[in-house]
Every structure is written in C-alpha cells, then in structure tokens.
C-alpha cells in the first residue's frame, strides 16, 4: 500500500493540474492586495476570510482535477488492469489512489494556506494561527469527496461520469444545511409535504459538506466548541471510512473489463 | 509441473447495457501450462485471447470451470509476485520515467534493493531506451513504450511471464531483441505465456502453440509438428474444420 | 518575417477594436446598472450560488453597492428613492452571507438613514449588527443616534447610548447616555450612568466634566422633586422656581454649572438656558 501511495503522489506532483493549482496561487496572491484596497473596515477580517476561501477553493479544484486524471488514467487507458497484475492487493489500490490524492491536497492546502497567513502577519501584524484550525475540517472534506469518487468506479468506469456526480453531490453536500434550515422556517409553509420529506432525507444520507465550513467563524475570531469540532471531524471520518470499506468490499468482486 | 490450469472455463460478456443479451466469449477452454516452457496462444482478433489473459491473472472470474495458477488463485500477493504481465497496447504512469517506474515494478517483485538500480540499468540497455530513461513516459513513441513494457516483463525474471501481443509496434530491431529475451528467460528454466495473432513469431519461438477459435480451443500443436508443415497451413486447416464442426454441430 | 508583421497587425488591431469597444460596452453597462440597480437573488438563492464561499460573495456585493452609489451620484445630484430599496436589499444579501461582516452594515445604514429618510430600515439594519457583533460600541452608538435624532425616541435612544457607553467604556459617552436620559425625563437613571462613570475613569479631566455633569443633574433633580410634590398638593404646576422656594417646597434654588438658569417649561419638566452644555461649545 505504501508503493502505491508513494507511486499516487509521485504521479500527482508531476501532474500538470498541480503546477496550474500553483500558479493560481500566485496570482491569487496579487489579488490579494487588490482586495485588501477595497476594503474599508476590519480589513484584517476580510483578508482572513479571503485567505481560507482561496486556500480551499484551489485545494478542492486541485483534488477534483487529480481524481479526473487519475480515473481517466486507470479507466480509460486501463493502467488499472495493469496494476492489477502487479504483486498488489486490490484494497492496496484503493488505499493508495485515495491517500495519495488526499496527501497532495494536504501539502498544497498546508502549503498555500502558511503563505496566507505570514503575508496576513506582515500586513496586520496579527499572525492567526487560529486559521490553520480550517486545514484539517478541509483535508477531511478532500478525504470525503476522494472516498466518495472511488466509491464510485464500482458502479461506473466512465471518469467523467464519476466527476459529475461528485460535483453534484458536492453542490448538493454544501447546500443541504441552509435547505433544512430553510424548510423550518416560515416561509417554507407552502413547499408540499414530499419535497420537505426529500430534502430531509438527503440530509441524512448525502454528505453534509456545509458542516466543514467554519471560515467565517475561524476569521472573526468567534468561538468555535471544541467538542463540535471534534463531533465535524469524526462526522466526515467515519463517513468516509464507511465509504472505502464499502468500496473495497466491491471492488474486491470486480471484473476488470 | 503445472504452472498453470485451465478447467472447462467459460465467460460470456454482456453485449450491451444491464439486462441485455449475453455473448460467450469463453466457452470451455481447458489447458495447461507446463514449466519452462514457452507456450503460444494464437487465434483471429476478437476470439477471446485477452479474455483468457484476465482470467488467468484474476482480473476477471470465470463463470464455470477452473483456474489455477501455481496451484492457487491469482488474488494472492504472493502468487502475483512470481508472475509478470505485458498487456496489449500498453500504457504506464505517463508522468514518471523509465527509471521511476520500474523502480516501482522491482520493488513490488521484491527485486533486491542493493541490486536494483543495476538490473534497471541493465534492462534498459537490454531494451534500448538508453539515453530515453529519465524522459517522461508520456513522450514516448509506441514502439518505446512497447520496450519498456518488455523491460518491465523481465525485470526481476518472474517465474511466469504473460505477454499479450508482445511484438506489436516494433522495430525489426525492436523484434529479434524481443524475441531473444523471450528465448533467454526460457533457457533460465522459465515460463512464458504469449498470444499473437502473427503466426511466423509464434512459429519461431514456441515450444507448444493453441488455436483458439470462437471461445474453444481447437488445436494444440507441439513443435515437432512444425518441422514438415507451416503453421499457417496448419492454422488455416484447424480454423476450417472448426467452422465445419460449427456449422455440423 | 511576413508572419511576424501579420501578427503584430492583428494584435493592433484587436487593441485598436478593444480600446473602442470596451469603453462603450461598459459605458452602456453602467448606465443599465444605474437604471436598474444591482442584480441580486433573494439571500437564500445567493447562499445557495456561493456554495462554501458567502465570505466573498458578501464582500463581492458590498463592493457592488458601493460602485453602484458611486455610479448614481454621477448621474444625480442625489439619490433616487428607489435606490433606498438596492441599498437595503444589498444590505439583506450580503448580511445574510456574512453577519459578521462590518462594511455591510456601515454602509446601509448611514445611507438609509441620511440619504433616504428610511429610520426604521436603518433601524433594522443596526439592530442586526448588533445581534452579530455584540462587542462594538459603535451600532450602539448609531442605533442611539438614530432614535435620538431622527427617530425622537429618547428612552430607546438612552438605552443604546448607555450599552454602547459600557462597551467603549467612554465616559464621553455616559455623559452622552445620561443626556439623553435627562431628555427623555429618566434624571435619577442618568445619574446612576453617571456615579458608575465617576468610579471608572481614570482620566481626570473627563472626571471633572462628569462631576460638573453630575452636579448639574442633581440640581434638576432636586427642582423635580419640588415640582412633583407642588403638583400633588396644589393640583397645578408652579409658576416659575421662585414659587416653589417661596411655598417652602425648596430651600434654595440649585445654580446651572453650565452657566445657565434653570426654568420650568409649560409642560413642569424641568430645563436650563444653557442646555446644560457649555456655552462656547453651543456656539461652536
């Protein structure tokens, strides 16, 4: 697993999508400044904001990209059937595709979001170390959505088939949150009974990926309970967990077309 | 001593979607592949060469019959290891190079770790991609990938080397240095398994050959045959007997 | 050679054309967008487009609205009324994104309140700062504001002055929260703002002026008094301070620290000629 790990992460740092994700970066970085200028209150803040929306906006793109690669890969120029050949359990496969993906996001995030902070630091005087607090709800977020793709090549081996659907899932993930809470209110008197039922149900299946975002909270220093943060992590870890141990229960009976 | 173990296997495939029609592609083969032999298989496009690869290597289950391969089945690490594979038109990682990825190869085989960076470096002259080895794959021409392929087959010499269509996309050149590495593993008490669909290779090289045709395997020749009678000829006659036999039946 | 000139060629002329064209498309953009105001979802259908980044969105549209003011001031020498509703529509997405987010509510509210005559809008606006940002002094100070001075609601108006007071920890403004207590007739609230004011500050000037406030509270206090026990033996208002000393109902009339003298007003409160505000700083 190890080998393959290493041979995932090997590929994704020499993939072209890594080196797009850092150039964006960079200019991100330029943008910055601009932003900062349009500020007129609590600029501080605003930067704050700004940094982890960047941070996981670009780390989020740079997994979907390499999950497309990979898949694209492994599926249509079938490097799976090969691998597969090698001298490695099939779960190795799974595992590794999966951490590697999930490894690179971590460095990257790590990465660009340490950027942010010294430039915040240089700008503000204020060095927030409290902002490194988003990194791990992000990496469990990137293990979700990774977990969730190779979920997936059991039921599909069209790659792009398998990115649309994470994508959806994804709006879908993100938006859940504010259409519970949406149902309960008032003005949601008038949506009919079996549309609130659907959305209910979605909340409780689909991954809730507005749970994992406490950017603004992190930014404007509002206190976050340790306890539901502990309760977030390991709502997105035993999700994820339970998606690769279903998708290695699969693909041990797959047939490699 | 058995290397390998076909039992009366069958596949069929779906053709289309979910619930459409089933098509056999497999219809009981049975046959086995002794040590230290080189055994090819030769058959039409499309009459379930590859198919016949996959089962053997376990990426794909028969649906009756069955399959051995060291006396066990191939999910097992351990069985994998003794076994290399060449697939048909091949594609490695496309972003490392030669060197990365059969560095990844031989660690997988268990090839020792002192000796490893020699072997490569060996196997890459052997192949002649020397002065190619550090170029990304994705750069490669076919035939250079056909090469590293081979490289990859031989690298550790495993017991039991699969190769589909090894000669394709290459060089004259590329062909004989193929065929000497085929020859040389055999002579270190090897075993290789081959498919072709270009009879003259085969017919150099073999020690037995099967015809498969339509799923079944319906001729198996042993090279003492090939002394009086081309393979072609023999081909052609099996194949047409084989539809008359159809056509009875 | 012939390729490199071609190429050159066009990149001119795609200058050429942009240098024409960007100018007139945004020209036309500008004044569309003036006419029609920002294009803004309802706040639900805006959390739902921003996916996990409301920060930016937020910031994004408050930067919209404030072009977007800027645009129409070009155009008008004041604002249209129906900009009032952009302005607090804006201020409706981009809080709704973002409730923390400081800019939102300044903007809104000072132009709801000064451009366009919208007190209880603007009232709504700084009530939501201050359910969000309930550690600046300053929505507290401007709801206060806007009650006093537009709004006439002296009691709300004291209320917020004094949190705001509280949280600045600004003896300024408990001077400020215990006059506005004095204006809406609540002298004995104003002073207890006061004597806890007195106790907290270290500064010595604003303790004098504090002092000086104090004296000139109780004064009125002590008139007040008189005034109500008058009103309740003699069923009607005295007719100036001199009845009530001459009646017995005071022993002394209090002075004006301020310089001023105190009266009775037609309706029995209490005022002074100075307004209880220094006399050179009323000029000012």
Redesign the interface.
């Known amino acids: 697993m190890v080998?393959m790990l290493?041979?995932t992460l090997?590929?994704a740092v020499?993939?072209r999508a890594f080196y797009s994700t850092l150039i964006l970066y960079l200019f991100s970085l330029f943008i910055y400044f601009i932003?900062n200028d349009?500020?007129?209150?609590?600029a501080s803040?605003?930067m704050f904001?700004?940094s982890?929306?960047v941070t996981?906006?670009l780390t989020l793109v740079l997994v979907f990209f390499l999950i497309f690669s990979f898949l694209t890969?492994d599926l249509n120029?079938?490097?799976i059937?090969?691998l597969?050949?090698?001298?490695?359990?099939?779960m190795d496969y799974i595992l590794g595709r999966v951490f590697g993906i999930v490894f690179s996001g971590i460095f990257t995030s790590t990465l660009m979001l340490s950027g942010f902070v010294i430039l915040n630091a240089l700008l503000f005087k204020e060095f927030k170390t409290v902002l490194f607090l988003q990194l791990p709800l992000l990496w469990v977020m990137m293990l979700l959505i990774t977990s969730l793709a190779y979920f997936l090549i059991n039921a599909s081996k069209r790659p792009v088939l398998i990115s649309f659907i994470i994508l959806f899932i994804y709006?879908i993930g993100?938006?859940l949150d504010?259409a519970v809470q949406?149902i309960q209110t008032k003005r949601a008197e008038n949506i009919p009974l079996i549309s609130k039922f659907l959305v209910k149900s979605a909340y409780y299946i689909f991954p809730n990926?507005?749970f994992f975002?406490m950017?603004?909270s992190l930014?404007?220093g509002?206190s976050i309970g340790s306890g539901h943060y502990i309760l977030v992590l390991l709502y997105g870890l035993i999700y994820s967990f339970i998606l690769i141990l279903l998708s290695i229960l699969f693909f041990q009976?797959k047939?490699?077309? | 001593m058995k290397i390998v173990e076909f039992k009366e296997v069958e596949k069929s495939f779906r053709i289309k979607d979910i619930g459409g029609p089933m098509q056999k592609v497999l219809s009981g083969i049975s046959f086995r592949v002794k040590k230290g032999e080189i055994l090819g298989l030769v058959g039409l496009n499309g009459q379930g060469k590859s198919t016949t690869i996959k089962i053997m290597l376990g990426l794909l289950f028969p649906d009756k019959g069955n399959v051995r391969v060291f006396g066990s089945y191939t999910h097992d690490v351990k069985i994998k290891r003794r076994i290399a594979y060449l697939p048909e038109n091949p594609v490695f990682f496309e972003n490392l190079n030669a060197v990365e990825f059969l560095s990844f190869v031989g660690g997988l085989r268990g090839v020792n770790s002192k000796k490893i960076k020699d072997t490569i470096e060996s196997l890459i002259f052997r192949v002649g991609l020397q002065g190619s080895e550090k170029k990304s794959i994705r750069k490669y021409s076919k035939g250079m990938v056909q090469r590293l392929g081979l490289a990859q087959a031989f690298l550790g010499s495993p017991e039991f080397v699969i190769l589909d269509e090894p000669l394709s996309g290459l060089d004259p050149l590329g062909r004989k240095m193929a065929k000497e590495l085929i020859i040389e593993h055999k002579n270190k008490g090897k075993t290789v398994f081959f498919t072709s669909h270009i009879l003259e290779d085969i017919e150099d090289m073999c020690d037995r050959i099967l015809i498969l045709n339509r799923g079944k395997i319906i001729k198996e020749i042993e090279r003492n045959m090939l002394l009086n009678k081309r393979l072609e000829d023999i081909f052609v006659e099996a194949l047409n007997n084989g539809a008359d036999a159809v056509s009875h039946a | 050679m012939k390729r490199v000139f071609l190429g050159f060629l066009l990149a001119g002329l795609l200058i050429a054309t942009n240098s024409y064209m960007v100018p007139e498309i945004s020209r036309y953009r500008k004044i569309q967008k003036a006419n029609a105001g920002l294009f803004l979802l309802s706040p639900e259908a805006e959390k739902i487009m921003s996916l996990d980044y409301e920060g930016i969105r937020s910031f994004w549209v408050t930067l919209d609205l404030r072009v977007f003011l800027a645009t129409i001031l070009e155009q008008h020498p004041y604002f249209p009324e129906w900009v009032g509703d952009v302005v607090f529509k804006a201020y409706r997405v981009a809080s709704a994104l973002n409730p923390y987010y400081f800019d939102i509510y300044y903007i809104a509210s000072l132009n709801l309140m000064w451009d366009f005559k919208r007190y209880s809008d603007a009232e709504k606006v700084l009530k939501r700062a201050i359910k969000y940002r309930k550690s600046d002094w300053f929505w507290y100070f401007l709801l206060s504001f806007n009650y006093f001075y537009f709004m006439k609601k002296y009691d709300l108006a004291a209320e917020y002055m004094t949190e705001a007071a509280k949280l600045k920890r600004s003896a300024f403004l408990a001077s400020l929260a215990s006059r506005l207590y004095y204006a809406s007739g609540r002298t004995e609230i104003a002073l207890n703002i006061l004597d806890g004011q007195i106790k907290n500050t270290d500064d010595e000037n604003w303790k004098r002026e504090l002092l000086k406030r104090k004296k000139a509270l109780l004064g009125v206090l002590k008139i007040e008094r008189a005034v109500e026990a008058f009103k309740r033996k003699e069923g009607r208002l005295p007719y100036d301070l001199n009845e009530l000393k001459q009646k017995g109902y005071m022993k002394k009339i209090p002075q004006d620290p301020y310089g001023g003298r105190f009266y009775i007003d037609s309706d029995g409160t209490v005022k002074s000629t100075s307004n209880l505000v220094e006399h050179h700083r009323k000029n000012e």
């Open positions: 080998r290493y041979l090997k590929e020499k993939e932003v349009f500020t007129m209150f609590e803040k605003v904001t700004y982890l929306s996981e906006f890969e120029k079938k490097t059937e090969y597969l050949s090698l001298p490695l359990k099939r709006v993100v938006n504010d949406f990926f507005s975002d950017k603004i930014s404007y509002l009976k047939e490699i077309k």
